[in-house]
């Protein structure tokens, strides 16, 4: 059992940063591949970034390419998603989720892959 603890999440005016982070309790961190999903309101819940259990291998959804960074700290068994130019329809609750993959270099980006997930941060960019 792993537990996730997501914070960071506040309000920011469009164009502003934010940096999420994921505390992982319960199983050593370092065994997962780490991703990040956010959901806005009467939306699916929708993949954002990931990154590979070996730290290696990094993806993101495109329309975040180039603003978000994913990134993992095994050390402190935390992961963060760094977010800058936040846009007013970024808007969300954001999730962090692990799994642990066969192949350690393996980024999932699909929901369905990810086995454990935190309670989600909210995230609100006001335009």
């Known amino acids: 059992q792993v537990q996730l603890v997501e914070s960071g999440g506040g309000l920011v005016q469009a164009g502003g940063s934010l940096r999420l982070s994921c505390a992982a309790s319960?199983?050593?961190?370092?065994?997962?591949?780490m991703g990040w999903f956010r959901q806005a309101p009467d939306k699916e819940r929708e993949f954002v970034a990931a990154?590979?259990?070996?730290?290696?291998?990094?993806y993101y959804a495109d329309s975040v390419k180039g603003r978000f960074t994913i990134s993992r700290d095994d050390a402190k068994n935390t992961g963060y998603l760094q977010m800058i130019s936040l846009k007013a329809e970024e808007t969300a609750v954001y999730y962090c989720?692990?799994?642990?993959?066969?192949?350690?270099?393996?980024?999932?980006?699909?929901?369905?892959?990810?086995?454990?997930w935190g309670q989600g941060t909210q995230v609100t960019v006001s335009s």
């Open positions: 990154v590979s259990q070996s730290g290696g291998s990094t």
């Open positions: 319960g199983r050593t961190f370092s065994l997962y591949a």
């Open positions: 989720a692990v799994v642990r993959t066969l192949l350690r270099d393996y980024a999932p980006r699909f929901r369905r892959e990810y086995e454990y």
